[in-house]
């Protein structure tokens, strides 16, 4: 069955430091799909990035990087130099396809809580 | 702006009421979801819709009523609901086609049952 979890419910940083958000799953699926969702305070689930398990190279966008490790089922998401803007709740997501459909699945994990205070 | 739009943003109604969530996409997407995010548990999938037929029900009571009658919208009819389905309802869009397909949200309606 696919699960994913997010160990770290809340973290709490000071601006400018660096935070890695863990994210384990589980899936007996050999094609599949990780995402990184932000959640502010708004409401808005903000699509960060999609990940397809085929492709193990790390990526970095601005002060993100994510790294993925199918070793250990791993998909961590580190933020450098944060912000007080990057106070959100993070969720971590796996996507398989449904037998006998194209139409993908999301299964999230419970989220972590990060504030980053000024 | 985002492309997928969900009014209204609050909503407060009691037990006996009759209300809708409208949803609304504009990515050019043919599949549609309901998500339910309540504060004591993981994002739960409602429904999906693809191509206006709809795919899976997750064993929601019927007081939740879905209809989609088209590509573009999405709507949830409430009927007789109890506290503990006040919760954050979220709507969202894909591309079914497209494995791996990126699932996106729109801000949500915040639903409190009194």
């Known amino acids: 069955a696919q699960k994913v979890t997010q160990a770290q419910t809340e973290i709490s940083v000071v601006e400018k430091e660096d935070v890695t958000l863990d994210c384990v799953y589980e899936?007996?699926?050999?094609?599949?799909?990780l995402f990184w969702y932000k959640q502010p305070p708004s409401g808005e689930l903000v699509f960060l990035i999609r990940?397809?398990?085929?492709?193990?190279q790390n990526e970095i966008s601005g002060r993100y990087s994510w790294n993925f490790q199918k070793s250990t089922s791993s998909f961590n998401f580190t933020i450098t130099a944060s912000q007080v803007v990057d106070s959100a709740v993070y969720f971590c997501?796996?996507?398989?396809?449904?037998?006998?459909?194209?139409?993908?699945?999301?299964?999230f994990g419970r989220g972590t809580q990060l504030t980053v205070w000024p | 702006e985002t492309g997928v739009t969900q009014t209204p943003r609050h909503l407060v109604m009691g037990m006996t009421n009759k209300k809708s969530l409208k949803c609304e996409q504009h990515?050019?997407?043919?599949?549609m979801y309901w998500y339910k995010q309540s504060a004591k548990k993981p994002l739960e999938l409602m429904f999906v819709?693809?191509?206006?037929?709809?795919?899976e029900n997750n064993s929601v009571p019927s007081r939740f009523s879905p209809e989609c009658p088209n590509s573009s919208h999405l709507f949830l009819h409430l009927h007789t609901l109890q506290p503990e389905d006040s919760a954050l309802y979220l709507c969202?869009?894909?591309?079914?086609?497209?494995?791996?397909?990126?699932?996106?949200f729109g801000e949500g309606s915040w639903l409190t049952v009194v």
């Open positions: 969202a869009s894909s591309q079914e086609q497209l494995a791996g397909n990126t699932i996106y």
């Open positions: 899936t007996r699926d050999t094609t599949y799909y």
């Open positions: 990940r397809n398990s085929f492709d193990e």
């Open positions: 997501a796996l996507s398989d396809l449904a037998r006998g459909s194209t139409l993908g699945r999301l299964y």
């Open positions: 990515l050019g997407h043919n599949a």
């Open positions: 819709y693809s191509l206006e037929e709809r795919v």
